[in-house]
């Protein structure tokens, strides 16, 4: 089946340092999604990609859809310690009733104040 | 704004035994997906239902069946419980391509 490579698998950073994470996958997608969850919690819906070299900002977030459609990542600026969580990379190959979700292994994000 | 609502929150069956999840999605959202994540792992998809039709089966087992009612609302069926079903369930519902997840049901089995 098809498979996400998230890296890194965790971080430890100081508060106020910038942050880098990425997905690759072997086959394309045409959404690339990233979330973050809380331990116990459901996933929350970050960033929404659609097309090929779309760069996409949410506050403090900026994702990029990679031009070949098989990567993505997210960027986190002067990071706070409720950044804490884990980041998981979802893609999917189609909208709508198709659009089942595959992701990343997730990246564990520890910020020290 | 209305969230994806799942009950329970927490159940805890013994082996064998069955199970029954609900989910209540976003008002106006005509997809529903339902996702297994184990301790540690990342969620893994089971299956959909558009438009109270089936859309897609991802890994689910034969032991497990879903629908979804006029209303919108799912129920996932678990039957014959086992050890490794104990897991975070989550529903997501969707009306486009954007999945909005609610804030999941845990199972514990012993």
């Known amino acids: 089946g098809q498979q996400l490579n998230q890296s890194p698998q965790s971080m430890f950073i100081q508060e106020g340092e910038d942050v880098s994470m990425n997905c690759t996958s072997s086959?394309?997608?045409?959404?690339w999604l990233w979330y973050k969850q809380d331990p116990g919690e459901g996933p929350v819906l970050l960033i929404a990609?659609?097309?090929?070299?779309e760069l996409t900002s949410n506050g403090r977030l900026t994702a990029q859809f990679g031009i070949t459609r098989k990567d993505s990542f997210l960027n986190i600026s002067a990071s706070i310690p409720s950044d804490v969580g884990i980041y998981f990379c979802?893609?999917?190959?189609?909208?709508?009733?198709?659009?089942?979700?595959?992701f990343g292994k997730g990246t564990k994000l520890s910020v020290k104040p | 704004a209305a969230g994806v609502i799942q009950s329970p929150r927490h159940l805890i069956k013994e082996k064998r035994e069955t199970a029954t999840l609900k989910c209540y999605p976003i008002p106006r959202h005509d997809t529903v997906y339902w996702y297994q994540q184990g301790p540690g792992q990342d969620p893994q998809f089971l299956i959909s239902f558009y438009e109270k039709m089936q859309s897609d089966k991802g890994s689910i087992p034969d032991r497990f069946s879903a629908q979804q009612f006029s209303d919108y609302h799912s129920e996932l069926n678990m039957s014959s419980l086992e050890l490794g079903d104990s897991a975070l369930y989550f529903c997501?519902?969707?009306?486009?391509?954007?999945?909005?997840f609610g804030p999941g049901t845990r199972l514990t089995v012993l």
């Open positions: 997501a519902s969707s009306a486009g391509t954007e999945q909005f």
């Open positions: 086959s394309i997608f045409n959404t």
């Open positions: 990609l659609y097309k090929a070299g």
């Open positions: 979802a893609g999917s190959y189609y909208g709508g009733s198709q659009g089942n979700l595959i």
